[in-house]
């Protein structure tokens, strides 16, 4: 068991190091970015009535979370240019997501051309009718840890 969770600590290690390598996270920072819901919606959407918050991050926030990420974990966000990255919500806001913090991490464009087309086949998906928010939410939050796992997530959410 012990083994288990040394093996454990070290993968997270070495993923931890590989973005620090990269200057910027591959994915939101648990610690940081642990995702939050809308709390106080603007309206419901969809068939299961999600509540929904209209866009509303600060240019101050925005730039908060890119201090924080740089300071806290060592990465380099600040210094590299502003167009590479947007201020993601880890829970998009049309799956519900909220505009603080709390949901909120400098995602890196190469990481964006990835998931931005899985949440939008999601959000498709929820307004269809075919697909509720706690399984949109698990799965747009398993791609943004595991990149490598969009293309099998995309066919699935496709399918139905």
């Not at 210094?79 to 799956?95: A, E, T």
Request: proline share 7%; glycine share 6%; charged share 25%.
């Amino acid at each position: 068991m012990k083994f288990l969770a040394l093996t454990a600590l070290l993968l997270s290690l070495v993923s931890f190091q590989t973005a620090l390598a990269d200057n910027f996270p591959k994915g939101p920072v648990e610690q940081m970015t642990p995702g939050a819901l809308c709390s106080h919606p603007d309206s419901y959407r969809y068939p299961e009535k999600v509540p929904y918050c209209s866009r509303n991050v600060s240019s101050d926030l925005k730039a908060r979370v890119i201090e924080d990420y740089d300071r806290r974990f060592g990465f380099k966000i600040g210094q590299m240019p502003r167009s590479q990255f947007k201020i993601d919500h880890y829970i998009p806001l049309c799956m519900g997501g909220a505009n603080e913090a709390a949901n909120l991490w400098p995602q890196h464009q190469s990481v964006y051309t990835i998931t931005d087309p899985l949440e939008e086949a999601l959000c498709g998906k929820m307004a269809e009718g075919r697909l509720q928010q706690k399984e949109a939410v698990e799965l747009i939050k398993e791609a943004k840890n595991h990149l490598d796992e969009v293309p099998g997530i995309l066919a699935k959410v496709h399918a139905l």
